[in-house]
């Protein structure tokens, strides 16, 4: 197939754009570059030996992104363009739910018109909400904490009423839980702008020499440890769903299906602290501080439902997230370059 990806340029796009390469699709990329460095798209040329065309568009603009579907032949889309940081959707709502349901809208419009009706769309375990049971299926009822997390609950909405409106759509929603490690290259991996939202590149830019020291927040839950728990995910294997959930997605009877991409093992903050430390030989320094609102204690899938319909698992252990992190961070200390 010829596979249109949305947010192509991104963490977890970036890693599936090879994948898809690997697996003998097609690929074009589309992405406004809001959160990724076009220094990324020579590399996935050169890791996968082919160009990559790229469209650098915002998919909110319906006119550019009609144009992109008028020229481009496409059999199929992977939306994971948005923007993802919880906190600053709670600074800045109107911006997460603009640009992440615009996209999408825009995105459906021109699938719509020219035909394409195969979506695998990016959606994350923070539509299980507060105080979800665990493990957690696909069946829990979804709500979110925060505008990032209602965005996702929103567009599972919105897709759920798309497919069953026409049945020529096949659409996926995949959950993902806590996406990390990098390209096993070390030449692609999770670049983020300013302070990480997230534990891993913390520590990895700690280990780096990039910041002094880590905040744990809270060792006080009722958890192995005490700290928070969390079901990491190497991003190979999630990139390895996305093109299961692809080559699954269009034969499947019903025209909107979920999946769950996690481990199902959880993973204490002070746990991936030591599997860093044995990666990379280097002590990462941290303190206790108190808890950060809105987290909960832990969380980890069941990925049943996704090891049985797409015949996928995760395979990666957290030894080899961090030693791929660490490959990446240590390679490139400052993320991709500018030019
Ligand atoms: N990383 C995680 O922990 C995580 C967890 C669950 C779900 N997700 C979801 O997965 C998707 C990808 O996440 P990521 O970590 O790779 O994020 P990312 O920010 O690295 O990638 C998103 C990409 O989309 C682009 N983009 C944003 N708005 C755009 C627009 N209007 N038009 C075109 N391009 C646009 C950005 O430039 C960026 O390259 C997101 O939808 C995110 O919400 C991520």
Request: proline share 6%; glycine share 8%.
């Amino acid at each position: 197939m010829r596979v249109l990806v949305s947010g192509g340029a991104g963490y977890i796009g970036s890693h599936t754009v090879i994948r898809l390469v690997e697996a003998g699709h097609d690929v074009v990329v589309v992405d406004d570059f809001s959160n990724a460095k076009p220094t990324v798209v020579g590399r996935l040329e050169a890791l996968t030996g082919r160009p990559i065309p790229v469209h650098a568009i915002d998919l909110t603009d319906t006119d550019k992104t009609e144009h992109l579907f008028a020229h481009e032949q496409i059999d199929a889309v992977i939306h994971f363009a948005g923007f993802k940081a919880v906190g600053e959707s709670v600074a800045k709502p109107l911006a997460y739910y603009q640009n992440n349901l615009d996209s999408t809208f825009s995105l459906l419009r021109a699938m719509d018109r020219h035909d394409v009706r195969t979506l695998v769309f990016s959606s994350s375990a923070t539509v299980y909400g507060a105080e979800p049971e665990l493990p957690m299926t696909e069946d829990l009822p979804t709500s979110a904490t925060n505008p990032y997390g209602w965005t996702k609950v929103m567009i599972e909405q919105i897709l759920s009423d798309v497919a069953a409106s026409d049945d020529r759509w096949r659409i996926a929603a995949l959950r993902y839980f806590n996406p990390v490690g990098a390209h096993a290259s070390g030449d692609i991996g999770e670049d983020p702008s300013g302070i990480p939202n997230n534990l891993m590149p913390f520590v990895a830019q700690v280990a780096v020499g990039r910041r002094e020291q880590l905040s744990v927040f809270g060792d006080d839950y009722d958890t192995v440890d005490g700290t928070g728990v969390r079901d990491y995910i190497h991003v190979d294997d999630l990139a390895a769903g996305h093109v299961a959930a692809l080559d699954t997605v269009g034969s499947r009877a019903e025209p909107m299906s979920v999946w769950n991409l996690g481990t199902g093992q959880g993973v204490s903050v002070l746990q991936v602290i030591k599997a860093f430390e044995r990666a990379s030989g280097r002590p990462i320094p941290y303190e206790i501080a108190p808890r950060r609102a809105g987290d909960i204690a832990a969380s980890y899938a069941d990925p049943a439902r996704a090891n049985a319909d797409l015949g996928w698992r995760a395979t990666k252990t957290i030894d080899d997230m961090c030693a791929d992190t660490w490959r990446w961070q240590s390679k490139n200390p400052n993320g991709y370059p500018d030019a």
